[in-house]
Each structure stands twice: as structure tokens, then as C-alpha cells.
């Protein structure tokens, strides 16, 4: 049985969770919105609804790997460059299919820059973005504190 004020910090608990949980979710939709737009206006490729936009490294002509997808790199701000080791021969090509599927590789370049910035740019701006970076770390504290309430309320009936 729990107490009536460790029930309403609990409710309360979830009710800001779903809400962080429901802003986190439209916050990628804004951000695919976000790079259609981008991959349009700087690469010139009108893209369908979905585009596939994947990264890939490449050695040479070898290909060493795939990271996530462009959206989580933009929401987490990790720049593809900063997921693999600095090498200066490892190279990642961002793939663009295009409304017609055609397929293009762009490489890192100045464009790649521009587009990278202004996603990030947008997102930045988004009142989505800044609620879920604001709430972020006040979700995660009040997390550990009613973990702790938990554990205390589970253990108390079994103390000797």
C-alpha cells in the first residue's frame, strides 16, 4: 500500500512522462519534416514522404559500415562524423532516394555542412525540442526518486 502523497507524485510522475514520451515521438516527425524540407532546398531532390536517408562509411572503396539514421543522429546532434574513429581515410556518404527512386550520394562536403547546421538550426528553434531537453533531466531525476520511494516502500514490510 502506498501513502496518498506518494500516489499523487507518482500520477504525476506519469502524467509528465507520457507527455515527454508523446512530445519525444512528434519531435522526430518534426525533424523528418525538417529534412525533407532541407535535402529539398540544399540538394536540390525533391524526396517522397519517407526518404531513405541512411549514412554510410566507406574506406577507400570498401564499405566499413552503416550508422543510424540521419534523424537520430540530427535529434541527438551527433554529427556522422563524430560516430566513427577520426581517420582521415574513413569518409561517410549520406544516400538520398529521390520522389522518382533515384538514388544519390552525397558526400561530406560544404553542402552537407549547410544542410547539417540548418536541421540542427531548425530543430533548435522548436518549442518540441526545448521541452524535451528541458524536461529531460528533471524526468531522469524524478525517475531515480521514486525508484528509491519503491524500493524503500517494498522493503519496509520486511524489515526484522
Same mark, same amino acid.
Given at each position: 500500500?502506498?501513502? /496518498?502523497?506518494?500516489?499523487? $507524485?507518482? *500520477?504525476?510522475?506519469?502524467? #509528465?512522462?507520457?507527455?515527454?514520451? @508523446? ?5 522526430? +516527425?518534426?525533424?523528418?519534416? &525538417?529534412?525533407?524540407?532541407? %535535402?529539398?532546398?540544399?540538394?536540390? !531532390? $525533391? ?30 546532434? %551527433? @554529427? ?8 582521415? *581515410? ?13 538514388? %544519390?550520394?552525397? @558526400?561530406?562536403? /560544404?553542402?552537407? *555542412?549547410?544542410?547539417?547546421? +540548418?536541421?540542427? #538550426?531548425?530543430?533548435?528553434? +522548436? ?10 533531466? /528533471? ?7 521514486? #525508484?528509491?520511494? &519503491?524500493? !524503500? ?5 520486511? !524489515?526484522?
Amino acid at each position: 500500500m502506498v501513502t /496518498k502523497n506518494f500516489r499523487q $507524485k507518482l *500520477d504525476n510522475f506519469y502524467k #509528465r512522462l507520457e507527455k515527454y514520451s @508523446h512530445d519525444s515521438v512528434e519531435l522526430g +516527425s518534426e525533424v523528418r519534416k &525538417i529534412v525533407i524540407e532541407e %535535402t529539398e532546398r540544399v540538394f536540390v !531532390k $525533391k524526396v517522397s514522404q519517407i526518404p531513405n536517408l541512411g549514412i554510410s562509411y566507406t574506406k577507400g572503396y570498401s564499405r566499413i559500415g552503416t550508422n543510424r539514421d540521419l534523424i537520430e543522429c540530427i535529434v541527438s546532434e %551527433t @554529427h556522422p562524423r563524430k560516430t566513427e574513429p577520426e581517420a582521415s *581515410d574513413i569518409e561517410f556518404t549520406l544516400t538520398i532516394t529521390s520522389i522518382d527512386n533515384q538514388t %544519390t550520394p552525397i @558526400h561530406e562536403s /560544404k553542402e552537407f *555542412d549547410e544542410f547539417w547546421q +540548418s536541421c540542427l #538550426r531548425r530543430m533548435k528553434e +522548436s518549442k518540441i525540442y526545448r521541452f524535451v531537453t528541458e524536461e529531460n533531466p /528533471k524526468i531522469l531525476e524524478d525517475a531515480k526518486s521514486v #525508484r528509491e520511494e &519503491i524500493v !524503500k516502500a517494498i522493503g519496509e514490510p520486511w !524489515k526484522i
